[in-house]
């Protein structure tokens, strides 16, 4: 964790010795230009479903709030009468044969954190597989899907997209604006003007380089509710934080500052305890030595399920996105095929 910590003060932060890798910055930068362009240009194929494709994604390395996004698009194109099916790359899953349908019951080591959360939250059919255009079309084919979202797909150029939404962390922006190695960024700032629309978590704007994009939205991830890991009725998070005034926390996400932050914005004294992004918990993880809850994020409880801790709780939060976003949304839909609705 150390060594992490390491990376991303100087991603986000002065690069300091990292300035050294710059040959490899620069190699990285002519890398996913030219595999950008060969598929602009048809030299790699590009699997297009025959419905709207929606990529929500970033060029960040780690957390953005990316998989709330996801849900809260789900709901509102449901709300619009849409059949909305979800795509996903399936970090994690240990699965054999893809594509893989995942349903709420899926095990988490076969669907993934993120995808099995997407599932038990949304309702909607989710789909895996690396190559996301197969995810896509099975989503099509077998579940009827007039709408496909994929997931942290930005860069997974072999699917074919209508809409594309890059979202953004507002504390963090883009770091120091360098490209792997020696920033955070998978590909340059430039690539935002390319995006049908950016989306900030928070209501600051970090400073973006070079001309703004096209669109940019402000959305927030607002706490909703406490759940016992072990199953339980939920509980108001102001409810829950009255009683609880402090607990152990812990975060396998890509920020797990944000996921401290929000416990403490809602008044609870919080012993931090970050894991890297992903982290495959096991139950020593959750063993802290006190009495005191452990609380950690939805996505984390999708694998810590079913070990054997007591007084451990899970958060959820809710995007909520700005009626212009989701009415730029439904409009494109609308425009590429008024007949799915």
């Keep these: 964790m150390r060594r ?15 300035w050294l890798l710059w040959p490899l910055e620069w190699l990285f930068r002519t890398a996913t230009a030219l595999r950008r362009g060969a598929y602009r240009c048809g030299l790699m194929r590009v699997g297009r479903p025959p419905v709207p494709v929606i990529v929500v994604g970033n060029i ?34 240990r699965a054999t044969q893809f594509p893989l349908p995942v349903s709420p019951s899926t095990p988490a080591v076969l669907a993934g954190d993120e995808p099995l959360l997407l599932a038990r939250r949304t309702g909607c059919p989710v789909v895996i597989a690396p190559e996301r255009a197969a995810a896509a079309a099975q989503l099509v084919e077998e579940a009827g899907c007039n709408v496909v979202i994929c997931d942290d797909g930005l860069q997974h150029y072999a699917l074919g997209r209508d809409i594309e939404l890059a979202v953004i962390d507002g504390q963090r922006g883009l770091g120091n604006g360098h490209c792997l190695p020696i920033g955070p960024l998978r590909e340059p700032p430039a690539r935002l003007r390319r995006c049908d629309a950016v989306l900030i978590n928070g ?65 609870v004294a919080v012993t931090p305890h970050p894991f890297p992004d ?21 996505k984390d409880a999708m694998k810590c399920a079913g070990l054997p801790v007591a007084n451990a709780w899970y958060l959820t939060v809710d995007a909520v996105l700005p009626d212009s976003l989701l009415q730029v949304v439904a409009d494109r839909i609308a425009a590429l095929d008024p007949a799915i609705t």
């Design 278 to 298: 992903h982290h495959a918990f096991s139950a020593d993880d959750l063993l802290l030595g006190s009495d005191l809850p452990v609380v950690m994020t939805e």
């Design 60 to 93: 960040a390395v780690g957390g953005t709030g990316k998989t709330p996004v996801t849900i809260a698009l789900c709901e509102a194109l449901l709300q619009r009468g849409y059949r909305p099916g979800i795509a996903s790359r399936g970090y994690g899953s």
């Design 203 to 267: 209501t600051s704007t970090p400073k973006l380089p070079g001309p703004a994009p096209v669109q940019i939205h402000h959305f927030t991830l607002m706490p909703a509710r406490m759940v016992p890991l072990g199953g339980g009725e939920p509980v108001a998070v102001q409810d829950w934080c009255r009683a609880h005034p402090a607990v152990q926390a812990v975060a396998g996400i890509g920020n797990p500052e944000r996921f401290f932050d929000t416990l403490r914005a809602l008044g």
């Design 4 to 18: 992490e910590n390491w990376w991303l003060q100087r991603w986000y932060g002065r690069p300091s010795l990292l």
